[in-house]
């Protein structure tokens, strides 16, 4: 089992995303398929069950983005998800998952760009290839 906290401040405010989730070997029937072709899976246990679907499809576009170069059949089993409601972006978790599985499975991580809109107010994220 892993935790990994996400931290973005690049003005006043930011967004901090704490995940803590296990891997296991094999992909359980109940878990998402989070990228047709490759045997990744996501499920949620504990408190992190109880998050709304959209955080939850939020998280599964993460992961989705590493799903290839992770060895699997595998499922990751999320079970904590904490975040501040007064600095929280929807969009920063699949960042924060991302990098969770980076960590988890030493993996080089990803290109993402950062940066604040100030007209927007808000960060945005621009997933590189």
Known sequence: MGT??????????????????????????????VSPGHPVRLAFEGPAAQHCAEDREELARGLAVVAPAIPGPVTVTVSEILYSLCDFQPDGLPVAMCRWAEAEFGLPPRVIGESYDREAKRYVFDWHN
Do not use: M
Request: charged residues 20%; glycine residues 6%.
């Open 4 to 33: 990994h906290v996400y931290r973005l401040i690049r003005t006043s405010w930011g967004i901090w995303i704490r995940l803590t989730a296990r891997v296991s070997p094999g992909e359980h029937p109940d878990a998402i398929v």
